[in-house]
């Protein structure tokens, strides 16, 4: 029950109350007061009297009547009631009317003061107040942490990322396996697409074979000529062809089949081969994306 109401109530079993730093109340002796069976009454104007006081001190009658109805301590009951006094207070110097519900309305006047109208119904009385609970003389102590159901939703997030991720590399594994069987190394490394081979790990004969057929630019890479796949997905453009090909030198370590091609005279860019059907292609960029953490985009030339 609301402090607000404990004060109310307390006024009616006692015939007056005192609001901390605001005034009295108090029923005239021969104003009825409703009985416990009745929800509502009516009390004849003037029934309700208030004195303003700014120095009226805590009422302990109400501070008891709060304990026994909350169950709480008596430091923190007067404490609440202490609080309530404070925020009436600061409502009625902003000039706001403080209606307290069964007993009437509280204004301050332009002079400073409280003035009371009483209200037309007021509120029954409580019932009696609730019984004590008794502590169990033997009651058994347990030392064991109970049991927590897990309820975290970050663990199932977490799940469905990792998920999403072995998915997407599965994919790329496909994809980058999947067009080239012979797992040789490709790139071009002139405006005309000319494709540079660099060494593979495993070579297959006819891999050696072709590699000899091919002029040699470095010590380790050889030229050959494109043998024909269906599109490209460029992962990435580099501002100068150093930055391309050292690029190039650390993605083929891992493994990938890539392609060095001029976009114009200062910028490269790297591209995966694909001799997979075009119907692939947007399948192909949206896997590379993710994998490479970039914007591939599809190249037909």
Do not use: C
Request: proline share 6%.
């Amino acid at each position: 029950m609301k402090v607000e109401q404990l004060i109310v109530q307390y006024l009616y079993n006692n015939k007056k109350v005192t609001l901390q730093d605001i005034g009295f109340f108090t029923i005239s002796p021969d104003s009825l007061v409703p009985s416990d069976n009745e929800k509502e009454t009516a009390l004849p104007p003037g029934a309700i009297l208030f004195e303003y006081n700014t120095k009226a001190p805590p009422d302990e009658g109400l501070i008891d009547f709060v304990v026994q109805h909350s169950r709480k301590i008596k430091p923190l009951a007067a404490s609440d009631l202490e609080s309530y006094s404070i925020l009436s207070k600061q409502f009625l110097n902003i000039g706001k009317p403080l209606i307290i519900e069964g007993l009437g309305t509280l204004v301050k006047n332009q002079q400073g003061i409280y003035e009371f109208t009483q209200g037309h119904i007021i509120n029954a009385r409580l019932e009696a107040a609730p019984a004590q609970l008794k502590e169990k003389l033997n009651e058994e102590i347990v030392f064991t942490t109970p049991y927590r159901e897990p309820a975290s939703k970050k663990g199932w997030v977490i799940a469905l990322i990792g998920l999403f991720v072995v998915i997407a590399g599965l994919a790329l594994f496909y994809f980058l396996r999947n067009p080239n069987k012979d797992n040789t190394l490709e790139r071009v490394d002139t405006l005309q697409d000319t494709v540079v081979v660099a060494k593979p790990v495993l070579p297959s004969p006819s891999a050696v074979d072709t590699a000899k057929k091919t002029v040699a630019n470095t010590s380790n890479t050889t030229v050959v000529k494109n043998d024909g796949y269906s599109f490209k997905v460029v992962i990435k453009i580099y501002p100068t062809k150093q930055a391309a090909q050292r690029a190039y030198i650390r993605l083929t370590s891992f493994g990938h089949t890539l392609i060095m091609s001029a976009v114009d005279s200062t910028r490269y860019k790297l591209a995966i081969p694909f001799k997979t059907p075009l119907s692939d292609t947007l399948r192909a960029k949206d896997s590379l994306s993710i994998f490479f953490q970039s914007k591939a985009y599809i190249d037909l030339n």
